[in-house]
């Protein structure tokens, strides 16, 4: 019989798990699905029917929603001592707490969450970066009832999505309270060895490894002309391929200039901004703080 993971890293989604998934595969006693995101708890056993633009072939192209196909990630476990999966939206699909129970209600539960606005703007610039989103955005906030009703796939819903009280008192209502363990974006991103040690302690691997940490993993900059921003994505499709012409210094220094070429500056918001869109998350801040008993301060307006 297959293992299935004993922890799982739930999100939230542009809240620093593409780093964490890169930081804990290193690790010699962790084992990963191969796949970052299959979305099984979220999606089990539905028909995948997302309509926003590119969420059939971007979003939820490696979905997957039969526990075969699922227990087929982990065929290749080992000797792991942690075997994991990480997954933003198990933190945001109502389905998915009692998905996992069912499945493997022993498993060890993280989240990371981040200031709420600054996770909305994220997921914007994400999509704006990849051509599908072309509305401001505040405009995009404005239109987000429209297309959740019309189920756009969950990383277009920037505000519901940064609002973490109801998804996170799904689980303490499913898990007991010391399977579960929440980490803080922002410290994480001043001392991401810290949050690392925490997290290898939380699933009981050794704490003294060390990954390498220098990579970023999915900034977010908006490509001045699509179409370039097209053939950059072919290359890194066929970065494998160019290691055996270009050296690894020169595709770096090829990377660094195409950027300088081709993208805008990551966008920003303005202080005045930031503190309008604040105030949408007060009161979901006031109960999250009570929920996970963390001082939530530098996330109010």
Known sequence: ???????????????????????????????????????????????????GPGDSNITHIRSITSITE???????????????????????????PKNIKEHIPKVKIIAILREPVARAFS????????????????EALSDEPRRIKENWA???????ESKYYDQLKRYYDSFPKENIKVFIYEEFKANPLKTYSEICSFIAVDTSFIP???????????????????????IVFFKKILTFFISDEH?????????????????????????????????????LEQLIDIDLSIYKA
């Open 212 to 234: 390498e940490t220098g990579t970023q993993h999915n900034t977010g900059k908006i490509p001045k002309n699509g179409y370039f921003h097209n053939v950059y994505f072919i």
């Open 154 to 160: 969950e990383i277009w819903h920037y505000k519901e």
């Open 251 to 287: 595709l770096s220094t090829l990377k660094s200039c195409y950027n300088k070429l081709f993208f805008h500056e990551k966008p920003i918001l303005s202080d005045a901004d930031i503190l309008k869109y604040k105030r949408i998350f007060e009161k979901d801040i006031k109960m």
């Open 1 to 51: 019989m297959n293992k299935l993971p004993n922890f799982l890293i739930i999100g939230a989604a542009k809240c620093g798990t593409t780093a964490l998934y890169h930081y804990l595969d290193q690790h010699p006693e962790v084992f990963l699905s191969p796949i970052k995101e299959t979305n099984f708890f979220a999606l089990k056993d539905k028909e995948l029917s997302f309509n």
């Open 123 to 138: 997921a914007w610039v994400h999509l704006t970066r990849d051509g599908r989103e072309h509305l401001s955005f505040e």
């Open 70 to 96: 699922y227990k087929n990630q982990f065929i290749n476990v080992t000797a792991e001592k942690a075997v994991g999966e990480i997954c933003p939206s198990y933190l945001y699909f109502e389905d998915a």
